[in-house]
């Protein structure tokens, strides 16, 4: 006990978060501070408690500190200048910073204080610690998960230093914060908080930061929805994720793709199907139109034009399910035979591109015939 260090356990939030009733379960006493849990019941000037037990090796001075944004800019004044002078007297120290939470979600002037506080201190992680107080105890299952994480994108801070306490008003569940609390605090590491700058914030930007803020938080959010929908896609698709849900829901239909998805996914396959078929028959009678065009360049064109178009389809057809098998078939009756045996060898050649076909003799067999009958 007398080896101990003491230094400070600063308290920060907004007014009504729950600071002051925090502080009480760290010291084990309802009377330490005013607590109703309320934004009635309000802090404006910074107290000191001691704990009477350390914390490992420290022992740690309480600062119950009043909340930052406010309506007007004389009490923001106020409440910026108690900040700044609990850490001129207590440099060495943990910070706890206690967002408030509206019907789940993290109050937008939470995040306005908190990112200004942390500008001007730039708060070092080992010695930081976010609280969500007072969450409802029939809040979803994945609550904390998904907020932490948007919490984590926000702050920069990691998902460790990150806590969750329900609202509660029972002496066994006052215990058990207490010693979660004891728990996280001995995890963090007291360090010297140096002022970068003053605190600043005008009252009349509150709104638009509130708005900006409010607006990343929609998007962070957004984002692990889209995250945990593919975390489910990928899951069903593992055969031991699956059989574990079987075994959890007793329902089967949590293993198989829906019958709408797979149907839908075949008339889009056979839609393209007909779609390139249509193409491949326009380009064919595109070649047997240039098969009278005296300029080779024009082939030497259509040529390119029918590779990047087949390197397409290509990429296409090998997404997709079941494998397909193309067979092109082109007939044209004419009263000049060499006429018939050039159209055959482009068709042969176009087919080729179409099906893949690296190489393409015909072309070069056409154009050296060509040039030896010219």
């Not at 007291?190 to 005008?202: A, F, G, M, Q, R």
Request: proline share 3%; hydrophobic share 30%; with cysteine.
């Amino acid at each position: 006990m007398a080896s101990a260090t003491t230094c400070g356990l600063i308290i920060l939030g907004n007014s009504g978060v729950g600071k002051s009733f925090l502080a009480n379960r760290l010291l084990d006493d309802d009377q330490a501070f005013e607590s109703r849990f309320s934004a009635r019941s309000v802090t404006r000037h910074t107290e000191w408690k001691n704990m009477s037990t350390p914390i490992g090796k420290y022992i740690y001075s309480v600062a119950n500190i009043p909340g930052f944004v406010e309506a007007n800019q004389k009490l923001i004044d106020e409440n910026r200048h108690e900040i700044m002078k609990a850490f001129e007297q207590y440099p060495f120290s943990i910070v706890i910073f206690v967002f408030g939470n509206k019907g789940g979600r993290i109050p937008d002037e939470d995040l306005v204080a908190f990112m200004k506080i942390n500008d001007a201190y730039q708060f070092p992680p080992e010695s930081l610690l976010l609280i969500v107080n007072g969450i409802l105890s029939n809040a979803p299952d994945d609550y904390e998960e998904k907020t932490a994480q948007m919490l984590e994108d926000f702050t920069h801070i990691d998902k460790s230093h990150i806590c969750f306490i329900e609202k509660t008003t029972s002496e066994e569940d006052k215990h058990i914060i207490r010693h979660c609390l004891h728990e996280i605090i001995a995890k963090c590491e007291p360090t010297y908080h140096t002022k970068k700058h003053d605190i600043e914030l005008i009252a009349d930007e509150i709104s638009r930061l509130k708005m900006e803020y409010r607006q990343r938080q929609d998007q962070l959010l957004a984002q692990e929805y889209e995250y945990s929908k593919r975390q489910q896609l990928n899951s069903t698709s593992n055969p031991i994720q699956t059989c574990h849900r079987l075994q959890q829901h007793h329902s089967i239909s949590d293993t198989n793709e829906p019958i709408h998805e797979s149907i839908d996914h075949n008339r889009r396959f056979h839609k393209t199907m007909e779609d390139n078929q249509t193409k491949h028959e326009q380009y064919v009678a595109h070649v047997e139109k240039l098969i009278h065009d005296v300029n080779n360049d024009n082939i030497t064109q259509l040529a390119q034009q029918l590779e990047n178009t087949t390197k397409q389809n290509s990429a296409l057809i090998a997404q997709m399910s079941p494998p397909v098998t193309i067979t092109y078939e082109t007939e044209r009756k004419t009263s000049s035979n060499r006429i018939k045996k050039r159209i055959g060898k482009v068709v042969t050649f176009v087919s080729n591109l179409v099906l893949g076909e690296s190489q393409s003799p015909e072309l070069e067999d056409y154009q050296t015939s060509r040039h030896d009958n010219n």
